[in-house]
């Protein structure tokens, strides 16, 4: 026995309204099918969008092909229909504007039901009249099959829209799905925008079939809506960095810049750059690519074409952005058109640089190489593809992007390693910007207090000194030693504590003492008891000599004392420095004091993610990074996605027993800033704003440990 499909009529409303992801997609795939009807121009308008019951959206192309009765019949009501696809595959072009078809499975025509129930479609050849097809979704889910269903089609002997020699399609929905609001508009108006590739490249010529195709949104009753809304053309001239690059017949060529407006130049006297190649090897930085590039200099790119690519990156450092004409105009349009998009032939393919997309993981990089790294929210660029030259690279049928396949994966690859060219060369502007603009940093730490010296200006007052001071100076020696052996050793966990809290209790009592009476012999007795208590710890202890020490061993060692507490805590870390995309140096140094000075940061960040973030997963985000950006020298930069210094002001956050922990003690602060002090560095708290080389992911507190002096690595 043998059987066939028999496919049912819902068939038809799942093709639509479940495989076509957004209405903004359904009405990029009827325009689509304009551009391969060899259309001049398509037109969107959209009537009474607040009222469902009225609301309409036309979409209608002008000069395109349209479809006579046998295309209808044979072709459009034919859902799978392949003659798109053998139409590109045999490379035939359209008459008029030579363009290659870009549908090939044949059910973008369903995207209509995304949109709403009823559809009446008008549309006119050259050489037959004037043809009406409608449509009511809904009476269609009333057969059971596909062969069952009948649509209404009329041949109008007087045309009703394209009239004489005039051809085209004209689609009108009703009955839609959901209202459009303003804020539907505007997105649907951005998506129109982005149809086809705004980019000019120069010389370069790849997307001049896309160039005769205009697509244009109108909202009818509301021009407002829509008024204020700019396009990429009107803010790329704001960037700051540029970058254009063309592979072609296996070989690079790119161009760089560097454009500082005119008030930056005169204010900040830099200077704008230039910087170009031609016809060069492709730069991979992975040995594996760059071999099998160098073997088959020739064939390597074959199935990927001719690739062009431009991008541009903007700065929105505090003493840059103040510098942009309309700041806030490019940051709100940044936010939703952030990323580097992808065309064929001038015509996009979703959902590549949509917001919520980040095929090319520049956000990954950014935590990787964080002081080159591009960010994706000041982003924004295109890459252009020969549609003839790669039809290995298919569009998944929900139009959502390409299918990853060893050619997708190899295009990604690509474009990745033109990107690391593009850090690299705005690395080195970058860090020129800052130098120029950056103030200079200061720490908003104060010295620490000597807990004695309450005790000397009182006994002064009380006319003690000649009895007390010999004893307070023993102390006050001991006391420091104390400190220093103790610091120099790594101990700075119960011992310290204890300690710390001892000998301050006492100084406490002893001040009342001193304030409420004479009795030089109580005194005298409580600064024995310092001397004993001071005596004991530090003969626990041993000295530790300062030796040269690399940045990046010692954060590989923090970093293993650390890792199975991020795993435990579900915290993302990253420390580029290990993997060679931050700078090394060496400082002289005690190791175990650092070690423990560290920790101390990272004990910090851990405990205020898990009391922002408690047990979400996928949140909490630690960065341990290198950084150059301090005059007095490199840095150790703990930086994290917590609540930030809001919980205490930083300058009591490193005073012995200011916590805003719970059960907390207040030493590990003033125990770090302590250990930089007596290394004749600092301790800097900051806000994020504060430092450039942080990721974007560190928005919550700022630690920089700064050394005094050091020598750059060599690699």
């Given at each position: 026995m043998k059987a066939s499909f028999k496919p049912r009529a819902r068939l038809l409303k799942l093709l639509g309204d479940q495989l076509i992801g957004t209405p903004q997609l359904a009405i990029f795939e009827l325009v689509k099918n304009s551009y391969d009807a060899d259309a001049d121009s398509v037109k969107v308008v959209i009537t009474n969008p607040e009222d469902i019951e009225k609301a309409t959206i036309e979409v209608t192309d002008y000069g395109g092909e349209g479809m006579n009765m046998d295309t209808i019949t044979n072709i459009w009501l034919e859902p799978g229909a392949d003659h798109k696809e053998k139409q590109r595959n045999s490379g035939i072009v359209t008459k008029k504007h030579k363009r290659l078809p870009l549908g090939e499975k044949g059910v973008g025509r369903f995207a209509v039901h995304k949109l709403g129930q009823k559809i009446d479609l008008h549309t006119k050849t050259k050489d037959s009249p004037e043809i009406k097809i409608s449509i009511d979704w809904r009476s269609l889910d009333e057969n059971k099959y596909i062969d069952e269903t009948e649509i209404d089609i009329t041949v109008n002997t007087e045309p009703n829209f394209f009239k004489g020699d005039e051809t085209g399609t004209k689609i009108v929905i009703s009955q839609l799905n959901n209202i459009l609001s303003k804020g539907d508009i505007r997105n649907l108006h951005r998506n129109i925008e982005s149809i086809k590739s705004p980019f000019e490249?120069?010389?370069?010529?790849?997307?001049?079939?896309?160039?005769?195709?205009?697509?244009?949104?109108?909202?009818?009753?509301?021009?407002?809506?829509?008024?204020?809304?700019?396009?990429?053309?009107?803010?790329?001239?704001?960037?700051?960095?540029?970058?254009?690059?063309?592979?072609?017949?296996?070989?690079?060529?790119?161009?760089?810049?560097?454009?500082?407006?005119?008030?930056?130049?005169?204010?900040?006297?830099?200077?704008?750059?230039?910087?170009?190649?031609?016809?060069?090897?492709?730069?991979?930085?992975?040995?594996?690519?760059?071999?099998?590039?160098?073997?088959?200099?020739?064939?390597?790119?074959?199935?990927?074409?001719?690739?062009?690519?431009?991008?541009?990156?903007?700065?929105?450092?505090p003493e840059v952005r103040k510098f942009y004409s309309e700041t806030g105009a490019i940051k709100t349009f940044l936010s939703e058109n952030k990323g580097i998009r992808v065309y064929r032939d001038g015509i996009r393919v979703y959902n590549y640089g949509e917001p919520q997309d980040d095929w090319l993981a520049l956000d990954q990089r950014r935590v990787k190489r964080i002081t080159k790294g591009l960010n994706r929210g000041i982003t924004v660029g295109g890459i252009s593809l020969d549609l003839s030259q790669t039809p290995t690279l298919i569009e998944k049928t929900n139009r959502e992007g390409f299918?990853?396949?060893?050619?997708?994966?190899?295009?990604?690859?690509?474009?990745?390693?033109?990107?690391?060219?593009?850090?690299?060369?705005?690395?080195?502007?970058?860090?020129?910007?800052?130098?120029?603009?950056?103030?200079?940093?200061?720490?908003?730490?104060?010295?620490?207090?000597?807990p004695i010296d309450e005790i000397k200006r009182i006994s002064q007052k009380r006319g003690l000194d000649d009895v007390l001071l010999p004893v307070i100076k023993k102390?006050?020696?001991?006391?420091?030693?104390?400190?220093?052996?103790?610091?120099?050793?790594?101990?700075?966990?119960?011992?310290?504590?204890?300690?710390?809290?001892?000998i301050h209790r006492g100084i406490k009592d002893t001040?009342?003492?001193?304030?409420?009476?004479?009795?030089?012999?109580?005194?005298?007795?409580?600064?024995?008891?310092?001397?004993?208590?001071?005596?004991?710890?530090?003969?626990?202890?041993?000295d530790e000599k300062s030796k040269d020490c690399s940045l990046k061993i010692l954060m590989q060692g923090n970093f293993d004392l650390a890792e199975l507490r991020f795993e435990l805590h579900d915290i993302l870390c990253s420390c580029p420095v290990l993997v060679g995309d931050e700078?090394?140096?060496?400082?002289?140094?005690?190791?175990?004091?650092?070690?423990?000075?560290?920790?101390?940061?990272?004990?910090?960040?851990?405990?205020?993610?898990?009391?922002?973030?408690?047990?979400?997963?996928?949140?909490?985000?630690?960065?341990m990074g290198v950084s150059e950006e301090f005059d007095k020298g490199p840095a150790i930069i703990i930086a994290d996605n917590g609540p930030g210094w809001k919980h205490i002001d930083p300058e009591d956050a490193v005073k012995p027993f200011m916590t805003t922990k719970s059960g907390g003690m207040g030493i590990g602060l003033y125990y770090t800033n302590t250990v930089m002090e007596m290394l004749g560095g600092e301790l800097v708290l900051l806000n994020p704003e504060d430092v450039d080389s942080i990721p974007s992911q560190a928005n919550g507190a700022v630690a920089a440990l700064v050394f005094k002096g050091g020598e750059p690595c060599k690699k």
């Open positions: 490249y120069k010389d370069f010529k790849l997307d001049e079939k896309a160039s005769s195709f205009d697509v244009s949104l109108i909202v009818e009753k509301h021009p407002e809506w829509t008024k204020d809304l700019l396009d990429i053309r009107n803010i790329i001239d704001e960037a700051l960095f540029k970058f254009t690059f063309l592979i072609e017949n296996g070989k690079w060529s790119w161009f760089y810049e560097f454009n500082p407006n005119e008030s930056l130049r005169a204010i900040h006297k830099i200077e704008p750059r230039t910087i170009s190649e031609e016809d060069v090897y492709f730069e991979f930085s992975k040995k594996v690519d760059r071999d099998n590039y160098l073997k088959n200099t020739n064939t390597y790119f074959k199935e990927l074409g001719t690739i062009l690519g431009e991008i541009y990156v903007f700065d929105f450092d299918i990853e396949n060893p050619s997708y994966e190899k295009l990604r690859n690509v474009i990745q390693h033109s990107i690391g060219k593009f850090e690299t060369l705005r690395h080195t502007d970058k860090s020129r910007l800052r130098e120029v603009t950056t103030p200079e940093v200061k720490s908003s730490i104060s010295e620490i207090g000597n102390v006050e020696k001991s006391y420091y030693e104390m400190r220093d052996i103790m610091l120099k050793s790594g101990m700075a966990g119960l011992n310290m504590s204890v300690a710390l809290h001892e001040k009342k003492i001193v304030e409420h009476g004479t009795d030089k012999e109580l005194i005298l007795k409580q600064f024995d008891r310092f001397e004993l208590l001071l005596d004991t710890y530090a003969t626990l202890l041993k700078p090394d140096y060496t400082v002289k140094i005690p190791s175990k004091l650092m070690t423990s000075a560290v920790n101390n940061l990272v004990d910090n960040a851990i405990y205020w993610l898990d009391k922002r973030w408690g047990n979400e997963t996928g949140k909490k985000y630690l960065y």
